[in-house]
C-alpha cells in the first residue's frame, strides 16, 4: 500500500482515545459503501459543512489511483495538506478491515502535522454491501448506498446496511426518474436496522448533507467531551 505523503512516519499503531500529551484525539468517521454510491460527493459536503467549526482532515482509498484525494483537492474542501490517500493495491475492504496499517500511518501522520484536528474522515474504496470497519481504524462509520442502484439494496442487507452506525439513502432526487420508491426503502431498511439511524440525502439541493452533519456534529460534541462517539 502507497501513501501519498512525502516524509517517513514510523508507524505505531494506537487505539487509544488520547494523545500521548493526554488530549482527546480527533474522532475517526470512516464511509464506506459500493462503487458511485456518492462516498467522495459526501465527504465533500461534509467538508464545507464542518470545516468552519471543526480542524479537519481526510484519507481516501483507492486500489491503483488518487483520484478521490485529487478531486477533493481540486473541490478545494480542504488546504491540500489536509486531504491524503491511500492506494491500497487490492480490494478495499482489506485496507480498512483486515490490514489496517496504511490507514492508520496515513492517519497519525495527519494528527502529528496537523495537531490539532478534532475530525479524521476517512473515505473507502467502492465495495459491496459487506465491507465495514475495523474497530481499531475508526470510532464510528456511515454506509451510503444510492437510490440509483435500486430500491431492492437495503433489504438485500449485509454488514454495511445492517451494522454501521448511520446509513445513507443518496440521490433521492433520482427516484422519480429510476422508479424507485423511497417509502419501501425507508421501511426495509428500518427492518434491517432497527433503531440504528438512516438519513435520505440529496446533495445537488443546497443543505442537502445537513442532517448527516448534524449527526457527525453530535458524535463530535460527545467524543470531545469524552462521552462515547
Same mark, same amino acid.
Given at each position: 500500500?502507497?501513501?501519498?505523503?512525502?516524509? %517517513?512516519?514510523?508507524?505505531?499503531?494506537?487505539?487509544?482515545?488520547?494523545?500521548?500529551?493526554?488530549? @482527546?484525539?480527533? #474522532?475517526?468517521?470512516?464511509?464506506?459503501? %459500493?462503487?458511485?454510491?456518492?462516498?467522495?460527493?459526501?465527504?465533500?459536503?461534509?467538508?464545507?459543512?464542518?470545516?468552519?467549526? !471543526? %480542524?479537519?482532515?481526510?484519507?481516501?482509498?483507492? /486500489?491503483?489511483?488518487?483520484?478521490?484525494?485529487?478531486?477533493? @483537492?481540486?473541490?478545494?474542501?480542504?488546504?491540500?495538506?489536509?486531504?491524503?490517500?491511500?492506494? &491500497?493495491?487490492?480490494?478495499?475492504?482489506?485496507?480498512?478491515?483486515?490490514? /489496517?496499517?496504511? =490507514?492508520?500511518?496515513? *492517519?497519525?501522520?495527519?494528527?502529528?502535522?496537523?495537531?490539532?484536528?478534532?475530525?479524521?474522515?476517512?473515505?473507502?474504496?467502492?465495495? =459491496?454491501?459487506?465491507?465495514?470497519?475495523?474497530?481499531? #481504524? *475508526?470510532? *464510528?462509520?456511515?454506509?451510503?448506498?444510492?437510490?440509483?442502484?435500486?430500491?431492492?439494496?437495503?433489504?438485500?442487507?449485509?454488514?454495511?446496511? &445492517?451494522?454501521?452506525?448511520? #446509513?445513507?439513502? =443518496?440521490?433521492?432526487?433520482?427516484? %422519480?426518474?429510476?422508479?424507485?420508491?423511497?417509502?419501501?426503502?425507508?421501511?426495509?431498511?428500518?427492518?434491517? @436496522?432497527?433503531? #440504528?439511524?438512516?438519513?435520505?440525502?440529496?446533495?445537488?439541493?443546497?443543505?442537502? /448533507?445537513?442532517?448527516?452533519?448534524? !449527526?457527525?456534529?453530535?458524535?463530535? =460534541?460527545?467524543? @470531545? &467531551?469524552?462521552?462515547?462517539?
Amino acid at each position: 500500500m502507497h501513501l501519498d505523503h512525502s516524509q %517517513p512516519h514510523e508507524h505505531t499503531p494506537s487505539i487509544s482515545a488520547t494523545r500521548p500529551d493526554g488530549s @482527546r484525539r480527533a #474522532l475517526r468517521v470512516g464511509l464506506g459503501g %459500493p462503487v458511485g454510491s456518492g462516498k467522495t460527493a459526501t465527504v465533500a459536503a461534509l467538508c464545507r459543512a464542518l470545516r468552519d467549526t !471543526w %480542524p479537519i482532515a481526510v484519507v481516501t482509498n483507492d /486500489i491503483y489511483t488518487r483520484e478521490d484525494a485529487e478531486f477533493l @483537492r481540486r473541490e478545494a474542501v480542504l488546504p491540500p495538506e489536509r486531504i491524503t490517500a491511500v492506494e &491500497t493495491g487490492a480490494c478495499p475492504h482489506t485496507a480498512i478491515r483486515d490490514d /489496517i496499517s496504511a =490507514n492508520l500511518e496515513a *492517519v497519525e501522520h495527519l494528527e502529528a502535522t496537523l495537531h490539532p484536528l478534532d475530525l479524521v474522515l476517512i473515505e473507502s474504496g467502492g465495495d =459491496n454491501l459487506t465491507a465495514t470497519f475495523s474497530k481499531g #481504524l *475508526v470510532d *464510528v462509520q456511515i454506509f451510503v448506498i444510492d437510490v440509483a442502484s435500486g430500491d431492492d439494496i437495503p433489504r438485500k442487507g449485509g454488514p454495511g446496511i &445492517t451494522t454501521a452506525d448511520l #446509513l445513507i439513502i =443518496n440521490k433521492t432526487d433520482l427516484a %422519480p426518474h429510476v422508479g424507485a420508491d423511497l417509502g419501501t426503502m425507508a421501511t426495509d431498511a428500518k427492518r434491517q @436496522r432497527g433503531d #440504528l439511524p438512516v438519513i435520505f440525502t440529496s446533495l445537488t439541493t443546497t443543505d442537502g /448533507i445537513r442532517d448527516v452533519a448534524d !449527526w457527525v456534529t453530535c458524535h463530535l =460534541n460527545k467524543w @470531545r &467531551t469524552g462521552a462515547t462517539a
